[in-house]
């Protein structure tokens, strides 16, 4: 039966045009990428060159700028503040912090240790290595919260520091929308040790539990819902579709399930806190992992993601 083209959705008619739902790109959209392709080398030149302050501090004013022109993405970002039962005045800090975190992140691709701007004290570093010793591979669940990059970063500091060699931590990542992007995006995450697996390309799921089995940490990023298995949840204040993959893959082959995150120091700094989640030990393990995330967005609420939320 054919339906009608003005039947058709925009994500139906998106997905046309997306190669990575099959889709094809017409020869307007092809010139498009490939200037868009320029203008991120030409940018990540220019970011690879500032002083740190000037870059974190640049991005940080471009955050608050687009708070302030964008009424759509201001008024989004309040309302699921508003609907967290948040202070929508906390807006424009969000996206001020979203820039200078923005920033941080590009500072990867300049190498260096991350010892002095991320904290790993003893007893998540302890929690870490004692889920690691079991010989299963370790699901460590985290949020884009902070400069989420530099999180993997530094796992892989601590994996590289207690001698466990090649090949590094995992981390489950979208793959950009254009392919001729993912080297741009993904290199100071290979340049740091890590395996990068894009969870829309064929093997992904094979790569993810090799690693498991060769008992490496994998990296997850559900906060923020997407194209993937999930179950309903009551998240910020509503309700939300939350990635169940991580939860299936700790159950089906035993790997720890850790909860990490990036929370702010006083100093500027950041400390990398890492616990043991309990979700699997609940009777609704989606709910209970989801107040497990929360918990840790509601104490640092100025530094997530709030313009995701769909």
């Not at 501090?57 to 970002?77: K, Q």
């Not at 591979?137 to 989420?148: A, N, R, T």
């Not at 990635?243 to 950041?270: H, N, S, V």
Request: charged share 25%; aromatic share 6%.
């Amino acid at each position: 039966m054919s339906v009608p083209g003005d039947a058709v959705s925009e994500a139906q008619e998106l997905a046309l045009r997306d190669v990575r739902e099959g889709g094809s790109w017409s020869q307007r959209q092809r010139m498009k990428n490939a200037t868009l392709r320029a203008l991120v080398r030409t940018a990540l030149w220019l970011a690879d060159r500032l002083p740190r302050s000037w870059l974190i501090g640049l991005l940080g004013g471009v955050g608050g700028l687009v708070h302030l022109v964008s009424r759509e993405l201001r008024e989004r970002t309040q309302r699921h503040l508003r609907r967290a039962d948040l202070d929508p005045a906390l807006s424009g800090v969000v996206w001020r912090n979203c820039g200078r975190n923005l920033g941080r992140c590009l500072l990867l691709r300049r190498g260096g240790a991350l010892s002095d701007a991320v904290e790993l004290n003893a007893e998540s570093a302890q929690c870490l290595d004692d889920a690691l010793a079991e010989g299963r591979g370790v699901v460590f669940v985290s949020l884009h919260l902070g400069p989420f990059e530099w999180l993997a970063a530094k796992i892989a500091e601590h994996w590289q520091a207690a001698g466990r060699g090649s090949p590094g931590p995992a981390i489950l990542v979208r793959e950009s929308y254009d392919p001729g992007l993912d080297p741009f995006v993904d290199q100071h995450r290979v340049g740091r040790g890590l395996e990068v697996i894009h969870r829309g390309k064929p093997g992904a799921s094979a790569r993810i539990l090799r690693a498991l089995r060769q008992g490496r940490p994998v990296g997850f990023l559900p906060d923020l819902g997407g194209r993937v298995r999930s179950e309903q949840v009551r998240w910020l204040g509503g309700l939300a579709e939350l990635p169940i993959g991580p939860l299936r893959l700790a159950e089906r082959t035993g790997a720890r399930l850790l909860i990490g995150y990036l929370e702010p120091k006083p100093d500027a700094g950041f400390a990398l806190r890492i616990a043991p989640s309990k979700a699997l030990l609940s009777d609704h393990p989606s709910q209970a992992l989801a107040a497990e995330l929360e918990a840790r967005i509601r104490r640092h609420p100025t530094h997530w993601l709030w313009m995701g939320l769909k």
